[in-house]
């Protein structure tokens, strides 16, 4: 099995609907300004990768720095105007780092076919801002090119006018399209096909990054450059911290090894996490802790339905976990209130909402609706043995319930 996401994208007519949707909930005489954004600075002449700030990715797909998207709503006869301004070509740079988009690849990708100058922003933004038009931006986006936004509008009398757009994209973001659900199952196949490569080269007396570099290794491989975030590989006692930074340690035989990974297709994540035996078998403590934790990943499955809510599926799920840790003995009789007791254990949440980030953009009180992805991970670590883990599958709320992505270990 190689599943190929180098090229994986969402069509452009999919980024011209998504637009349609904002524009519908904007106010007439409004302008909306999203950015890109530009890569953080990780020392003198050298940057951290860049990845778009999402919300202006969400609508047009570019993954360009210092790119600016805008909507225009002037009046109810008018059409939405759509403008993306991109950094010209500059051969003389790209020698050094790399092709920049022409403005037809740029409309291509995003079905926006006005292109552009970023040079002539200034003068556009300065047009708005001596008009009556408001201005719409997402408050979430935390870059300098919105903060210096910010500081001509305070320069005008309109400040307080500004909308802020990010609630109800929030809300257009929690509900995946055909599109992205397909983005998501792609990108969960390549950490599957990965995950089984190191399942297979596993052995007693690999360090942990041994088995980062292979799992690496194959993701690269099919052409996911930017996982969904770091891989955690942590092996024995080392699983007791959750996100481990250092995978340095030898792993040795007897002792598990948590992987907690996500390949990334088209921009969409995917989160899994699996719990190997680094020989190969399960002994009894590890067998309990896993079964245990299959039987919690089971409850959460069927408390994710339609009205649910992240509360409820923790609360549902802790349940699971208290009574099981209770028939274990870890939890003793002089405890009366296991479900109190359970979170010496059970340190985290067992789902967050998975897309275009991997914890994604949510409200985390709304209750649950069908094209909801979530990443599930019940986990349970125990101090008093020395380790825990926790198992993760990327779920799908459909009408008819929660649906699996990935594969479930078992
Ligand atoms: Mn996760």
């Given at each position: 099995m190689f599943t190929d996401v180098t090229n994986y994208s969402i069509p452009s007519s999919e980024y011209v609907h998504r637009r349609n949707n904002l524009a519908l909930k904007?106010?007439?005489?409004?302008?909306?300004?999203?950015?890109?954004?530009?890569?953080?600075?990780?020392?003198?002449?050298?940057?951290?990768?860049?990845?778009?700030?999402?919300?202006?990715?969400?609508?047009c797909g570019i993954e360009q720095e210092e790119s600016v998207l805008m909507l225009i709503k002037s009046d109810a006869k008018e059409p939405v105007k759509t403008r993306l301004y991109i950094y010209p070509r500059e051969l003389e740079k790209e020698k050094w780092t790399g092709k920049r988009l022409s403005p037809q690849e740029a409309s291509e990708i995003s079905g926006?076919?006005?292109?552009?100058?970023?040079?002539?922003?200034?003068?556009d933004v300065d047009e708005i801002l001596s008009g009556s038009m408001k201005i719409a931006w997402d408050e979430t986006d935390h870059s300098h090119e919105r903060a210096r936004l910010e500081q001509e509008l305070a320069r005008t009398d309109r400040f307080d006018s500004a909308t802020d757009i990010s609630g109800f994209v929030t809300l257009l973001r929690m509900v995946k399209s055909p599109l992205e659900i397909e983005a998501i199952r792609t990108a969960v196949k390549v950490t599957e096909e990965s995950l089984q490569v190191l399942k297979e080269n596993l052995r007693p007396g690999m360090r942990e990054c041994e088995a980062l570099a292979i799992l690496e290794c194959e993701m690269v491989k099919r052409g996911s450059l930017f996982q969904s975030f770091s891989t955690i590989v942590a092996g024995g006692k080392n699983t007791l911290c959750l996100h481990y930074p250092t995978p340095k340690d030898i792993v040795s035989d007897g002792e598990m090894i948590q992987i907690d990974t996500g390949a990334r297709a088209g921009g969409y994540c995917s989160d899994i996490s699996r719990a190997y035996a680094v020989n190969g078998k399960r002994d009894g403590r590890q067998q309990a802790l896993f079964d245990l934790i299959t039987e919690c990943k089971k409850t959460a499955l069927s408390a994710i339905h339609s009205g649910a809510t992240i509360e409820s599926v923790n609360n549902e799920t802790r349940k699971t976990a208290a009574a099981g840790l209770r028939e274990l003995g870890v939890i003793g009789k002089s405890e009366p209130d296991a479900l109190s007791a359970c979170k010496r254990y059970y340190w985290h949440?067992?789902?967050?909402?998975?897309?275009?980030?991997?914890?994604?953009?949510?409200?985390?009180?709304?209750?649950?609706?069908?094209?909801?992805?979530?990443?599930?991970?019940?986990?349970?670590y125990i101090p008093e043995w020395g380790f825990g883990f926790r198992v993760e599958d990327d779920v799908l709320l459909t009408e008819n319930g929660a649906e699996y992505l990935s594969i479930p270990q078992t």
């Open positions: 904007l106010e007439q005489n409004t302008a909306v300004i999203l950015f890109s954004g530009r890569a953080p600075s990780a020392s003198l002449d050298e940057s951290y990768p860049f990845l778009p700030n999402r919300t202006f990715f969400y609508f926006i076919s006005d292109i552009r100058m970023i040079d002539s922003l200034k003068h949440n067992t789902l967050h909402h998975m897309g275009l980030d991997v914890h994604d953009i949510c409200d985390r009180d709304m209750i649950f609706v069908p094209g909801m992805v979530f990443a599930v991970e019940p986990g349970i």
